[in-house]
């Protein structure tokens, strides 16, 4: 088994609420050395820990943790329709696993993902079918959510079945740093609301687009005084990232939901997919990380990171 890990930040603002050209030109250059790094590596398999936001999992079941041995793209902002290259016989290997382990997990044999899975997907390997892959939603966006202690359990039971296999296995994580685009919550949402929380899946494209825009029209003032977002925390993002480059873990067991929603905002908790890909790297033995890239880009409402890491 040979290991690496990218976690990076998704933004489906990319392309369509970007900053000036300079960043854009940085950002660019930053996936297209991590895509070629991934082309070199030339994985046999990618494990990847997303989240979901209300396009594939809704109130109607909500699990923390779910395995897909299949799953749709829905092709939401700008990412690629269709079918992702799920190993099947694998992922349920997986799921026996991480059962077997004590970390309860659901499984789906049929999944819708979205920018959470696909963005990165697209970004790193240039389509959401290139390679075989095992897609894992941690829940990140929907309260209540399960202890980070438990985010790191399940990245470390993933970490010992892929120490197991005989493959070149590529560990992705995507989501965060610090934002808050403007998600509704289910507590006090209104009825219309509510029903698309609990029962939305499969919207007709206008309610699709009415989404979109709402996201693109917060992006244009997010971080400004009329923003009623949580803004970007370019400090906790960089501390949360030096924690990982430095191999401190254990200190993550402590993470407080409510200050890290309060601190860096409620879709900060897409860093659980970090937690878990670094403990999943971790459990096949001791790792090198580094920070590739790091910026607080409010037009596309992200702390915008890239971070590598490969065992010693
Ligand atoms: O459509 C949505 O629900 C949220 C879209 C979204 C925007 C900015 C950063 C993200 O990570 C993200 O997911
Ligand atoms: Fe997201």
Known sequence: MTVKLKCLSHTPLRGLNDPGAAVVAEVDAALAKARAEVEAFDPELIVI???DHYNGLFYDLMPPFVIATAADSVGDYLTQPGPLSVDRS???EL???VLDSDVDIALSHRLQVDHGCTQT???LTG???RYPVIPIIINSVAPPFAPYRRV???GEAVGRFIAKLDKRVLILGTGGLSHEPP???LADAPEAIAEFLIAGRNPTP???AARQARTIAAGKIYGTSESLQTPLNADWDLAFIDLLVQGRLDEIDEFKIDEISKAAGRSAHEVRTWVAAFAALAATGAYTARQDYYRAINEWIAGYGVVSAEQN
């Open 95 to 97: 799921t026996r696993h």
């Open 121 to 123: 997907l697209e970004e």
């Open 127 to 129: 389509s959401i079918d």
């Open 90 to 92: 694998l992922a349920l």
């Open 206 to 208: 206008e309610a699709r």
């Open 152 to 154: 790191r359990k399940l």
């Open 49 to 51: 820990f997303a989240p």
């Open 183 to 185: 998600v509704p919550l």
